[in-house]
């Protein structure tokens, strides 16, 4: 089984200052997808930003990026320019793409993140 | 599309009681989930279905848990009877099926709560 590791239950950053989110994962597959998704205090999951496993770039999203580093199974969340609407919980997420897994995810502890102005 | 639909948003119910909570998943997604979120556990996986069928309900807690999806526009999670340690938000979700790169998309929770 999977398992999906968030070591930093509570992180700080000023306002415009970059902060990054750390996250490790366990797997014996070689294809799969992993997922950023923020819970801001409305509770609402949304993602933030996906990365496949199969691509060796990292995805960005506007001030959102990631460092995927596939054989060390670690997949960090950087946020540049940190703004106050960034405030929220951050869950790393794992999908297998295999098809038998279904689409299923599999969530880390979270990250609270706080910023401050 | 509206997104996934949840109903309802809070439900406060007294220990005993019968609590169903619903979900509307987004149209065209085959699969459709349904997770809880507490403190201590994070977010669990209760069941999944894919094309209106149930795949996998390990994560389901105790037989006083059940889900259905009579179709694929509605799906509903039922507790009975509910006890305390049920508290918790719950949420679903829907998805298409592997093998394009989609993310799971989630209702914004209910709100359970267990008196």
């Known amino acids: 089984a999977q398992t999906v590791t968030q070591s930093q239950p509570e992180m700080s950053v000023q306002e415009a200052e970059t902060v990054t989110l750390s996250c490790t994962y366990d797997?014996?597959?070689?294809?799969?997808?992993l997922f950023w998704y923020k819970q801001p205090p409305s509770r609402q999951m949304i993602l933030v930003i996906r990365?496949?496993?199969?691509?060796?770039q990292n995805a960005t999203e506007n001030r959102f990026s990631v460092n995927f580093q596939k054989a060390a199974k670690s997949f960090s969340l950087k946020i540049s320019d940190s703004q106050l609407g960034d405030a929220a919980m951050y869950f790393c997420a794992y999908r297998s793409a295999r098809e038998t897994s279904g689409s299923r995810l599999t969530f880390g502890e979270g990250t609270q993140l706080t910023v401050n102005p | 599309d509206a997104g996934v639909i949840q109903s309802p948003r809070h439900e406060v119910t007294e220990m005993g009681q019968e609590v169903t909570l619903r979900c509307k998943p987004i149209s065209g997604h085959d699969y459709l989930f349904w997770y809880r979120q507490t403190m201590m556990r994070g977010l669990e996986l209760l069941i999944y279905?894919?094309?209106?069928?149930?795949?996998?309900d390990s994560g389901m807690p105790e037989d006083r848990f059940s889900a259905k999806m009579p179709n694929a526009s509605f799906s509903t999670l039922k507790i009975q009877p509910s006890e305390p340690r049920d508290s918790a938000v719950y949420f679903c979700?829907?998805?298409?099926?592997?093998?394009?790169?989609?993310?799971?998309?989630f209702g914004q929770g209910t709100r359970l709560t267990v008196v």
């Open positions: 990365q496949e496993a199969y691509k060796q």
């Open positions: 797997t014996s597959e070689s294809d799969y997808y």
């Open positions: 279905f894919n094309n209106n069928v149930p795949i996998d």
């Open positions: 979700a829907s998805s298409s099926t592997p093998g394009f790169v989609t993310e799971a998309f």
